[in-house]
């Protein structure tokens, strides 16, 4: 069946590094791809989406691309700050039938 | 706006006894969705509904767990009986469309 997965945390990472978190997803036809994130102690939140291949979502110096072609969505940030520390989860949804599928979720801490 | 509110915030109680989550979707939104999140499992999908009728949900994992949505504002995910392996944050969220939003949660502790 379809499916997301991510690449397993915890990521630890300086301040100012790069960081890429990889996503790939199995799908049947043509989801919209997500990335949510939550922080300490909350419920999660949208962080980008992307609706079609090619697309790029970007948000708060985050970006992903919609790779049809390696069925990837991999989340990137040039220089992350410790407040980015938080759990990001990779999704993907189906709009004929409101399906959502969450990834397991990678841990991000980013130390000073 | 008010965002998607849950009650309580936390929950002990003890094994045996009857829990109840309650959840006030975002005013509007036509889909709502039970989670829980424990770190052994991650983020579960327990149960969907689109117009206040359950879609799926397979998610559910025994008999003991019920969702109920009588109408568009109000939701409740009932444990009777509860047991310690319920444990777990319980998170609603609801959506209009494609983008869901979450509540803050309901860290449950069974003992």
């Known amino acids: 069946g379809d499916s997301v997965t991510q690449m397993e945390g915890p990521v630890t990472l300086s301040e100012e590094a790069f960081l890429t978190i990889n996503c790939t997803y199995t799908a049947t036809g043509y989801p919209s791809l997500f990335w949510y994130v939550q922080y300490p102690g909350e419920g999660l939140q949208l962080l980008l989406k992307?609706?079609?291949?090619?697309d790029k979502g970007s948000n708060k110096g985050f970006e992903a691309t919609y790779r049809k072609e390696t069925t990837s969505f991999h989340l990137e940030k040039g220089s992350v700050q410790v407040s980015d520390s938080a759990v990001y989860f990779c999704?993907?949804?189906?709009?004929?039938?409101?399906?959502?599928?969450f990834g397991a979720g990678t841990r991000l801490t980013v130390k000073p | 706006d008010a965002g998607v509110i849950q009650s309580p915030r936390h929950e002990v109680t003890e094994m045996g006894q009857e829990v109840t989550l309650r959840c006030k979707p975002i005013s509007g939104h036509n889909s709502l969705f039970w989670y829980r999140q424990t770190m052994m499992r991650g983020l579960e999908l327990l149960i969907y509904f689109n117009n206040n009728v359950p879609i799926d949900d397979s998610g559910m994992p025994e008999d003991r767990f019920s969702a109920k949505m009588p109408n568009a504002s109000f939701s409740t995910l009932k444990i009777q009986p509860s047991e310690p392996r319920d444990s777990a944050v319980y998170f609603c969220?609801?959506?209009?469309?494609?983008?869901?939003?979450f509540g803050p949660g309901t860290r449950l502790t069974v003992l």
């Open positions: 999704a993907r949804f189906y709009n004929n039938n409101n399906d959502m599928r």
């Open positions: 969220a609801s959506s209009l469309g494609e983008v869901q939003y």
């Open positions: 992307a609706t079609k291949a090619d």
